[in-house]
């Protein structure tokens, strides 16, 4: 059995790099926090034109099939380079979609080349970004149903790039019955694994920020990252996160649901983790917004208990 990326996968994943580490993403988190989405739309065409949202929509819908390796890889770039946006929640739709066909056709097609940004709540009492996505869907029991127009007041949330509205009342009821609550369940963990994913990519930008950094910044005459004290937090730091990454494919190889809720906890352990680690080793200058470096730590404790809080994933992993 091959373990490793191969080159097409290699590639691809570089021209997301590319791509993102280009399109300055620290100013397009700061105009998305405000509600100012045009910049995030523009990155999201882009994005699109990838193929990076056509990999979880199938080929009879112009998708490029369901690649879960792909859209792992996709996504640890996603959150490495703090993509704003239910990006996310928008491949869970099309999870969802693509086991109810009558709804299906209108929505996968637009998702699959980017010109639909979906949001997507699932038992939830909130959705992210209803206030910029294009059709908001929303399963209770089982029910689906697009969002009427309007939704609740902006929520709080630790990571002010994650805007978060309770959900009109109402709207239009799309399909019913046992294969909306099933289609819904495995929209679920695919949130829930694409969340663990996203949360890898942000450790690494916050453990790569933070190595830059004690290796710059001086005291008694050495950079702070000589320090044995500092070698050693940054390196639990990297085992967490190196510990996770092979979770996260791993689980992208069987979706079982086990296998994503051990990926989904440790990728968001070593996340957090890593920001913790962060932000103690920049000291002071590490609250600051202005340094870019608060665009990252403020999205790994949301994502660590989003789509499956630690303890809703450790009980799943023990289910089996």
């Known amino acids: 059995m091959r373990f490793l990326l191969d080159a097409e996968q290699g590639e691809f994943g570089r021209t997301l790099d590319r791509l993102l580490g280009s399109a300055d993403t620290p ?28 990999l979880g929509v199938p080929e009879a819908f112009d998708g490029a099939g369901f690649l879960p390796v792909e859209l792992a890889l996709s996504y640890v770039e996603l959150g490495r380079h703090g993509v704003p946006g239910p990006v996310v929640e928008t491949a869970a739709a099309a999870r969802l979609l693509a086991f109810l066909p009558d709804v299906a056709k209108e929505w996968l097609p637009q998702i699959a080349s980017g010109d639909a940004v979906v949001s997507l709540g699932v038992g939830s009492s909130y959705v992210l970004d209803a206030d910029c996505a294009d059709a908001v869907f929303v399963v209770s029991g089982d029910e689906l149903r697009l969002a009427s127009g309007g939704h609740g007041p902006l929520l709080p949330s630790a990571d002010p790039a994650r805007r978060l509205y309770a959900p009109a009342d109402g709207g239009t009821l799309l399909a019913r019955g046992p294969d909306v609550r099933d289609a819904a369940a495995r929209a679920g963990d695919l949130a829930s694994f ?3 994913a996203q949360s890898l990519g942000v450790g690494l930008s916050l453990l790569h920020r933070t190595v830059e950094y004690v290796t710059q910044r001086t005291q008694f005459g050495a950079p702070i990252g000589s320090f044995q004290a500092v070698k050693h937090r940054l390196a639990d730091a990297l085992t967490g996160l190196e510990f996770a990454r092979p979770l996260v494919f791993g689980a992208a190889l069987s979706l079982a649901p086990g296998d994503i809720a051990a990926a989904k906890v440790a990728a968001g352990e070593a996340s957090y983790a ?15 917004q202005e340094l870019d470096l608060s665009l990252w730590l403020r999205k790994a404790r949301p994502l660590r208990d989003a789509w499956g809080t630690p303890a809703a994933c450790r ?5 089996g």
């Open 27 to 54: 100013a397009v988190i700061r105009a998305w926090s405000s509600g100012d989405h045009g910049p995030g739309r523009a990155l999201w065409e882009r994005l699109g034109g990838t193929g990076v949202f056509a």
């Open 194 to 196: 694409l969340t663990a």
């Open 274 to 288: 890593a920001a913790r680690a962060a932000l103690q080793l920049h000291g002071a200058i590490g609250y600051t």
């Open 315 to 319: 009980a799943r992993v023990l289910e």
